[in-house]
């Protein structure tokens, strides 16, 4: 997923499908921010998504 850049993302059991399907969501998202003349959201790579949602589910438990 690119919690960035758009929710959800996609899912499968073959890695090179789910992630050749990831890259075609993203170049379409950024497309779509390119006609719309709107800036790309702020990076967010290099923040521990996964654990951070964990830590807050397991919090209010």
């Known amino acids: 997923s690119c919690p960035?850049?758009?929710y959800?993302?996609?899912h499968g059991n073959d890695e090179r499908v789910v992630f050749a399907e990831l890259?075609?969501?993203v170049e379409e998202t950024v497309?779509?921010?390119e006609e719309?003349?709107?800036p790309l959201p702020p990076v967010t790579s290099g923040y521990?998504?996964?654990n951070a949602?964990?830590?807050r589910?397991?919090?209010t438990q």
Request: glycine residues 12%.
């Open 31 to 33: 497309q779509l921010y």
């Open 48 to 50: 521990d998504w996964a």
């Open 36 to 38: 719309q003349n709107r």
């Open 4 to 6: 960035g850049l758009f």
């Open 53 to 55: 949602i964990t830590s």
């Open 23 to 25: 890259c075609q969501i």
């Open 57 to 59: 589910s397991q919090a």
């Open 8 to 10: 959800g993302g996609c």
